[in-house]
């Protein structure tokens, strides 16, 4: 096991790539391009703040988000590869039939209540500090039991998990075997029950996309291409877009979200209400930005069953009889009359 990664600065990398990405649609869209590649000025809880080195030369723009959690988180799941499938034998449901000493033949027809153990495993490459959002405190992943790490991703990302599922193949099943047979008078058999038990391992990937507030922020007098259309209305803070405004000042806007922005890209968002109908702005930029929210995570599910199985019947003679006698439980020996 490798070293524990604070989700926090899973977060950060995350931010940094969609405001590299946010950075090249802003460019695009206002022309001289931003050639110098941002960095993480400060990162905080409050104020997540990403903006190039030097200013100057991207006309002191930051990115500047307000972290807010996840959304389209999912598992994706692998081929699932057999390990083992040994056969066992379940001693506890071993029963010995006796009828060495009996005047009559020996019939049996019984029921039994077999037990048939299950398990379930995960495990993680590495393990995650949660160091921020609603659910700091404590780590995931390693190796557990059971399904203590699909629980805690799906509380940490919000991904919906199959908790039937998980509870069945962590649970030892529990079924009817039925045992009918005869020994003759002078015979004994031993009825064992061989289940073969499959180890199966599968290989997950956790895929949750961040999201919440973001805003972009620059120096007044930049802008004055398309962007500009974005330049009004209640998500826009800053003087009318143009060449020709003083310096020192500050334009912003504002979006709740990376779906947010992806209406106002494409002209759906009444927010904006100086976008003009020209068509979307730069819409080939969404699904860079989108994809550079997605954090990544992985592991293995390992699985072990016994499988349902009946059960055989071997003669047994002389001292091997009695030595069966000896270790098998009192129930598990019938003897005739």
């Known amino acids: 096991m ?6 926090s600065y899973l977060v950060r990398q995350r931010q940094l790539a969609c405001a590299e990405a946010l950075r090249a649609w802003f460019g695009d869209l ?7 590649p941002l960095t993480t000025r400060h990162w905080t809880r409050n104020d997540q703040r990403l903006a190039p080195a030097d200013g100057d030369p991207n006309w002191n723009l930051n990115v500047v988000f307000d972290y807010n959690g996840f959304e389209d988180g999912d598992i994706s799941r692998g081929a699932v590869t057999k390990i083992s499938d040994d056969i066992e034998t379940l001693p506890d449901d071993t029963i010995l039939l006796d009828n060495r000493r009996g005047a009559a033949p020996l019939t049996v027809d019984l029921t039994r209540s077999v037990t048939f153990a299950q398990s379930r495993e995960e495990s993680t490459d590495t393990k995650m500090k949660i160091d921020i959002g609603s659910k700091v405190g404590g780590t995931i992943g390693g190796e557990a039991e059971g399904g203590t790490i ?7 990302f919000g991904i919906e998990t199959d908790k039937g599922e998980i509870e069945r193949e962590s649970s030892d099943r529990t079924q009817t075997i039925h045992l009918a047979t005869g020994v003759p008078v002078g015979s004994a058999l031993l009825a064992t029950i061989s289940s073969p038990n499959l180890v199966t391992s599968q290989p997950f990937t956790v895929h949750a996309d961040i999201d919440g507030p973001f805003r972009l922020e620059w120096a007044s007098g930049l802008t004055n291409g398309r962007f500009a259309q974005l330049c009004h209305g209640p998500r826009y803070t800053g003087p009318p877009p143009g060449y020709n405004q003083p310096d020192g000042q500050t334009c912003a806007v504002h979006f709740t979200g990376f779906d947010d922005w992806a ?14 109908d020209d068509g979307p702005l730069e819409a080939e930029h969404i699904a860079l930005v989108m994809a550079a929210r997605a954090i990544e995570w992985s592991g293995t599910v390992r699985r072990e069953a016994q499988q349902t199985a009946g059960y055989e019947f071997a003669t047994v003679s002389g001292p091997a009889v009695d030595a069966y006698a ?7 020996v019938i003897s005739g009359a």
């Open 263 to 276: 209406e106002a890209v494409n002209g759906y968002n009444v927010d904006f209400p100086g976008k003009a």
């Open 30 to 36: 206002n022309p001289p391009p931003f050639t110098q």
């Open 150 to 156: 699909s629980a805690e991703i799906s509380a940490t």
């Open 2 to 7: 490798g070293d524990i990664i604070p989700l």
């Open 326 to 332: 000896a270790k098998l439980p009192a129930g598990n």
